[in-house]
């Protein structure tokens, strides 16, 4: 394995499902990374002052599976991106992004945006996806190469 990261892991504004971000807690910990979970519907200003300071993340998770990370997600990292402190941190998004299922044009439309990878819910096996997470994963550790952003599940 390569370094451990400081990740944070959130939901959306609107997102009131924990069962995720407790499953990344624990999946991401037990690969040896340090995880801060900000937990259910943090406003936007509160994600931003989690990635701020001596404590910065090296990565921050975002999961939603409520349908809304397509419009909750883009307004987060257009934040993101205009603030100076805040502009080149790691950000990936993935769960359930619209109401219509897997789109890749929302994955790419949240690409554009800013988001390093998303990974979109689709009908791929979940392993696929989360092999996918953990190949980012080990490039932002250094241990492999990232070579463009990345839209899981959805076609190439």
């Known amino acids: 394995m390569g370094m ?62 409520n349908g809304h990370g397509h419009l909750d997600g883009l307004r987060l990292i257009r934040a993101l991106r205009r603030d100076p402190e805040l502009a080149a941190l790691p950000v990936v998004i993935g769960g359930k992004l619209g109401v219509r299922g897997a789109d890749a044009e929302e994955g790419r439309r949240l690409l554009d945006a800013g988001f390093d990878a998303v990974f979109n819910e689709s009908d791929q096996p979940a392993g696929r996806t989360l092999a996918a997470f953990g190949d980012f994963l080990a490039g932002l550790a250094g241990t492999a190469a990232v070579r463009e952003p990345l839209v899981a599940g959805a076609p190439r």
Not at 8 to 15: A, E, Y
Not at 36 to 42: A, H, S
Request: hydrophobic share 45%; net charge negative.
């Open 4 to 65: 451990s990261l400081r990740i944070v892991v959130s939901s959306v504004s609107s997102d009131a499902h924990m069962w995720n971000l407790v499953y990344l807690q624990l999946l991401l910990e037990e690969a040896g990374h340090e995880v801060t979970n900000l937990g259910v519907c943090p406003p936007d200003g509160t994600v931003m002052d989690a990635c701020r300071g001596a404590d910065r993340p090296d990565l921050l998770v975002l999961s939603t599976v």
